[in-house]
């Protein structure tokens, strides 16, 4: 299946997107037929032989070590390994280019697993190109050491919602979050997991898409991902 890639100001990455129904009944590039502005959405399925480095920037975030590459297998997707001790993340967004805005509401879908059960991960949107506590806003999910996913996230403090369901698998999953007017919500295979209606703990301001992988002990740590969706309500 070819990527879908769907986003204003689409000029800037030098390509020309494929045909879609959303395209056509939502113009991306002006207002729509009620003079509403047509809304940022991105699709992206993580197929074929390389990423695209005209959209993603994969990149060592921070420590010394790490990879990601397409993985050679059906509807795998693209791997991210941390291969260093020490707090090491690898991982993948837009270098800064935010196109979701939490203060007006959006939405991610991405279809990811862990490799190695005690993989952590982190992702979902954020202003910088990592989800961490004490950083600038975000919200995403976290799963840390094979413990529960968790809805994580950042206003002006430190958010963390456990949906008790156990991260300790090496499983395809579809995680859906959503910045709603005064709360967020996270959805696991489509049913609710987690709310999180405390104000401090919104985050705000303009997002970017963000996945990463981090290594804290002894083994290398790896994580697939093969969808990612992201778009403005």
């Known amino acids: 299946m070819a990527d879908l890639i769907e986003f204003a100001g689409k000029e800037d990455f030098g390509f020309k997107p ?14 729509n037929f009620a003079g509403v502005p ?12 390389a990423l695209r480095t005209d959209i993603w920037l994969s990149e060592l975030v921070t420590g010394t070590g790490g990879s990601g590459a397409m993985f050679d297998g059906i509807d795998e997707g693209f791997e991210i390994i941390a291969n260093n001790n020490g707090g090491t993340i690898w991982g993948i967004n837009f270098n800064s280019i935010r196109h979701y805005d ?85 959805k696991i295979d489509g049913i609710l997991k987690a709310t999180n209606a405390t104000a401090a703990e919104q985050p705000t301001g303009k997002l970017q898409p963000v996945f ?22």
């Not at 045909?19 to 002006?30: A, D, E, G, I, T």
């Not at 047509?38 to 032989?49: I, T």
């Not at 990463?212 to 309500?233: K, L």
């Open 18 to 31: 494929y045909p879609s129904y959303y395209n056509v009944f939502n113009p991306l590039l002006r207002a």
């Open 38 to 49: 047509a809304k940022q959405h991105f699709v992206y399925n993580f197929v074929g032989a």
């Open 102 to 186: 939490a203060d007006g509401g959006c939405v991610f879908i991405i279809v990811c697993k862990s490799v190695d059960v005690s993989a952590t991960q982190h992702f979902g949107l954020a202003f910088d190109h990592e989800l961490r506590d004490n950083f600038d806003p975000h919200f995403g999910i976290k799963t840390r050491g094979g413990e529960t996913y968790r809805l994580f996230s950042r206003g002006t403090a430190n958010g963390e919602v456990d949906t008790a369901q156990s991260g300790n698998e090496s499983v395809f999953r579809r995680f859906e979050g959503e910045v709603k007017i005064n709360s967020i919500e996270l």
């Open 212 to 233: 990463h992988v981090t290594r804290w002990n002894s083994n290398n740590r790896s994580a697939r991902i093969r969808y990612y969706e992201a778009y403005n309500t």
